[in-house]
């Protein structure tokens, strides 16, 4: 097998909270188990930027190139790899890989391993013309796909298909939404697809807009003083499930309000910082508080199924490598319509 050697235009952070430079770096090597993959695009989550700003507690050791929606190609193959050949589309998501051997591995619960490494965390990313997969994590793409359509679906998709299905709200009920960004805006489509109806919540006019395009029921403005309030009335009596996806520690203690009784808020999103949980409430109202991070590779089948049948569709906003700084500026400023994907093997 020809190994794929020599440099590639890759997007580091060198450090925090400082522009990325574009420059060249080796092609990395795939070592037993692995797969050297061609991105062709890859998508910007709001998990990168907070990556790249050194956001929290856990921070990735510089320099190092963050991405972890990246679409491609297997180039080249490690050692051992049996079940995937030089030419098969694959996705490299969050998820690098894990021990298969702890109770959350053997349990179905990989995405809580205490051993796993991250694309574009702890692990370098999919900002490149080449990133290292696993075999076992890659998501398995059909052949001759769209990349860029379903890059996104790679975080943004199974991350808001797990956090939905973690609320337990069932079709026929309320499913809340806050934030209608790059997350936001798919979950609403998964949700509808699963026969919830939505309502969905951001702080920007234009989002509330691209809720309703996407088939939200309704859609609340989530600075508006009586925002909850709305939210219960349209709901009868607050929603079933909150899915929070907001980039703001107020969402989250907004969900606390606009949640029914018996209801389960799924928490996503990842401001840095801390929320009051007023326990009076919780406790008589029977709440859930539930954490949600990513999804298995079984969920990840799943949603991915849902984009292949056409059931949803991530809004792209096509760029360059070479432009994302400025698409980091766009996503602090809340100013994504949707997803950016990066066409990174457009020449
Ligand atoms: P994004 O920037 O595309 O979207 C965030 C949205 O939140 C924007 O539309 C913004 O207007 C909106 N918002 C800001 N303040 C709000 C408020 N008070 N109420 C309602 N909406 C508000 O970001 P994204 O890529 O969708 O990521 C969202 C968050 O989810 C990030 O913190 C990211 O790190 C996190 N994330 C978590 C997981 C996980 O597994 N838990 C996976 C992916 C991303
Ligand atoms: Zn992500
Ligand atoms: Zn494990």
């Known amino acids: 097998m020809a190994a794929v050697t020599g440099t590639m235009r890759a997007a ?31 998508g910007v989550c709001h998990t990168d930027l907070h990556a790249a700003d050194g956001d929290w507690p856990v921070k990735p050791t510089l320099p190092f190139i963050p991405g972890h929606e990246g679409a491609g ?10 079940s995937l050949k030089v030419g098969d589309a694959v996705g490299i998501a ?36 080449y990133a290292i997969g696993h075999e076992s994590f890659v998501a398995r793409l059909p052949p001759d796909c769209d990349f860029a359509a379903l890059a996104p679906i790679l975080c943004a998709g199974v991350t808001t298909y797990k956090g939905i299905l973690e609320t337990e709200a069932r079709a026929g009920q309320w499913i809340a939404i806050s934030g209608v960004g ?8 998964y949700a509808k697809a699963m026969g919830l109806y939505v309502v969905a919540l951001d702080v920007a006019a234009d989002k ?10 309704a859609a609340v403005q989530a600075n508006d003083p009586q925002a909850a309030e709305q939210v219960i009335a349209l709901t009868g009596g607050g929603a079933h499930g909150v899915l929070v996806t907001a980039v703001s520690t107020s969402a989250f203690s907004q969900a606390l309000r606009m949640v029914r009784r018996k209801g389960t808020i799924s928490l996503v999103g990842l401001p840095p910082g801390q929320f009051a ?18 999804g298995t590779r079984k969920d990840m089948a799943e949603a991915m199924e849902f984009a292949v049948k056409g059931k949803v569709h991530a809004t792209l906003v096509h760029r360059r490598l070479e432009q994302i700084n400025e698409v980091f500026a766009g996503l602090k400023a809340g100013k994504v319509d949707g997803r950016v994907v990066l066409d990174i093997a457009r020449p």
Request: hydrophobic share 40%; charged share 20%.
């Open 12 to 42: 580091v952070v060198s450090a925090f909270g400082k522009p990325l430079d574009i420059r060249k770096v080796p092609i990395p090597q795939p070592g037993r188990g692995e797969v050297l993959v061609r991105i062709m695009a890859s």
């Open 277 to 294: 949980t007023p326990i009076f409430d919780v406790v008589l109202k029977r709440i859930t508080l539930r954490g949600s991070i990513v």
């Open 73 to 82: 190609i297997v180039a080249a193959l490690g050692e051992g790899v049996a």
């Open 182 to 189: 790059g997350l936001g805006h798919i979950a609403i489509q």
């Open 208 to 217: 509330l807009q691209l809720a309703r395009q996407v088939g939200a029921d």
């Open 94 to 129: 969050w998820l690098h890989d894990s021990c298969g051997r702890c109770e959350y591995c053997l349990t179905g619960w990989e995405t809580l391993c205490e051993r796993q490494h991250d694309t574009g965390y702890s692990v370098n990313g999919t900002f490149a013309e």
